[in-house]
């Protein structure tokens, strides 16, 4: 791992980032993930300078990994490194988004409470 790997993998080892269970160099979809989360189908990528090169590669193997239902979100470790808050505020949103609660107009709506009934003693 790379250092920028490491501390990432510092921060979300052990479900230490809000519960979830991240795995590193995690396969997926015939790839290698930096960093996987199969509960809320996310992958995180940290590139160097390396990646520069390899582009179009990259942006087909996140192509299949999207047709496998991920989503891939990359980062630069410079980028990681100067503000780490970046990487873990964007895995939280992606989090949000996938477990959010049915809207209360869908198929279950009529099952929600309606409230509490005031009682008049």
Not at 56 to 64: F, L, Q, S, T
Request: aromatic share 4%.
């Amino acid at each position: 791992m790379t250092g920028a790997e490491t501390i990432l993998w510092s921060m979300l080892r052990n479900r230490q980032l809000d519960g979830l269970k991240f795995r590193r160099q995690a396969p997926v979809a015939g790839a290698i993930a930096d960093f996987a989360c199969h509960e809320i189908r996310l992958i995180i990528e940290l590139d160097g300078g390396v990646h520069d090169l390899h582009e179009a590669r990259d942006a087909v193997r996140d192509e299949r990994l999207r047709i496998a239902g991920y989503t891939v979100l990359r980062f630069r470790n410079g980028a990681f490194l100067k503000n780490p808050a970046v990487v873990l505020d964007a895995i939280r949103q992606h989090a949000a988004m996938r477990t959010q609660p049915p809207h209360p107009t869908g198929s279950a709506g009529h099952l929600l409470p309606r409230g509490e009934k005031e009682i008049d003693e």
